[in-house]
């Protein structure tokens, strides 16, 4: 049984504390930022067992080896992409599941933003840790990856409850329900989630972590049906002001 809970970082990222209440094992997913990362962990104990990485960034993973020299924890990351990303303890690739304490994380592979790119899945409460694939009513730009790619991996997420907490990398959804309100006007579940996110911001407060449900109704990105639809928004979210 995890509890999560988002470190707000630099300008508008989000680290992830995960914690496992029975046996005190801690996780954190993408410290990069220092201060404020040793802060939360202080605050939840003091342990850190597992750094887990997303995906190569450097708002993603810039103070890891800080973190890892100050805690002594194991850093896991994508396989694929243990190249660019800090020395890691664990390499990882779908299929393979991440022990903490006693909860555990499927790992996920999914390309689009990065190719690299992995996600982590906890089941007990069920929580997604998707980085820069999935924001709330957004998803990644295509740096590296293809449509194709985003849209396979956007699928990964199909089978997952509608009560799954997701974890995203970045507070984007501002901007994000701009263009989603843009691109489906006549969705009332989307218009009416806009507006909370709308108080919610101006109230200085944090939108993350959404629920996969929320989105299925209301995130263009990942209701678009083909690869074709989601490339042709992605397209036209790069060029929306
Ligand atoms: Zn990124
Ligand atoms: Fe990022």
């Not at 006693?102 to 592979?109: N, S």
């Not at 501002?174 to 989307?190: K, T």
Request: glycine share 8%; hydrophobic share 45%.
């Amino acid at each position: 049984m995890i509890t999560v809970r988002a470190v707000p970082i630099l300008s508008d990222n989000y680290a992830w504390l995960v914690h496992d209440a029975p046996s005190g094992a801690t996780a954190i997913v993408d410290p990069a930022e220092e201060a404020p990362i040793l802060a939360a962990i202080e605050a939840a104990g003091g342990r850190l067992d597992l750094i887990l990485l997303t995906h190569h960034h450097a708002d993603h993973i810039a103070a890891a080896d800080a973190v890892r020299a100050r805690t002594g924890a194991r850093m896991v990351g994508a396989r694929a992409d243990a190249h660019r990303l800090p020395r890691l303890d664990a390499a990882v690739a779908e299929g393979d599941t991440v022990r903490l304490g006693g909860a555990a994380a499927r790992v996920l592979d999914t390309p689009g933003h990065t190719v690299g790119h992995i996600a982590y899945v906890f089941d007990d409460p069920s929580v997604l840790l998707c980085g820069d694939t999935l924001f709330s009513l957004g998803c990644g730009r295509l740096l590296e990856g293809t449509a194709a790619q985003m849209f396979a991996s956007l699928r990964k997420f199909a089978g997952l409850a509608d009560d799954t907490l997701v974890c995203c990398g970045h507070e984007y959804t501002e901007s994000n329900a701009r263009f989603a309100v843009h691109a489906d006007p006549g969705n009332a579940a989307l218009a009416a989630y806009a507006a909370q996110v709308t108080a919610k911001r101006a109230a200085g407060q944090a939108t993350v972590p959404s629920r996969l449900g929320e989105e299925r109704a209301c995130n263009p990105f990942l209701r678009a049906a083909d690869v074709a639809t989601l490339a042709d928004l992605r397209a036209r979210k790069d060029n929306f002001r």
